[in-house]
């Protein structure tokens, strides 16, 4: 490849990768500082869900939200793709989460909604609590009290 071809697949690259980097996005909270949270795989999670009751969690994992719907759903590894399958997510406003270095809330418009993050890869952190079950008690647990989501 000449000179040319390797200066165009360099800032083709760059553009990519700079492209990728705007669409993510972190939301914080104070309310969970200086808690150390376990890292787990969303498989790992949902297998194991009673292990990690009221223990706090990170997991990567496709977000869905609706109408009487917010969870993190099942990945392909599995064959039941159920809402048993599934953890409800919960928000709350307890821990307000706020985009990194901005002032600029998750719950920022005046009817309560939230940044839409429909059918998006997200990271969340909380804490587990197999007791909720979501709507209509439907759900393998809860992710409570969210004091992180990155949005990819």
Request: proline share 1%; charged share 20%; hydrophobic share 35%.
């Amino acid at each position: 490849m000449g000179k040319v071809g390797m200066l165009w697949l360099l800032i083709s690259a760059m553009w990519l990768y700079s492209g990728c980097a705007h669409n993510k996005k972190l939301y914080t909270s104070d309310c969970s500082a200086g808690i150390a949270f376990k890292k787990v795989s969303y498989t790992n999670l949902v297998d194991s869900i009673k292990y990690y009751d009221k223990q706090y969690v990170e997991v990567y994992g496709k977000y869905t939200e609706g109408k009487n719907l917010s969870a993190l759903v099942n990945d392909s590894l599995f064959a039941d793709h159920g809402n048993s399958r599934a953890l409800w997510v919960n928000f709350t406003q307890d821990c307000p989460l706020y985009l990194k270095g901005t002032q600029q809330g998750f719950f920022a418009s005046e009817d309560g909604s939230y940044a839409h993050m429909n059918n998006r890869m997200v990271t969340i952190r909380g804490q587990v609590d197999v007791l909720l079950k979501g709507h209509q008690k439907a759900y393998s647990g809860t992710i409570n009290q969210v004091s992180y989501i990155e949005l990819y």
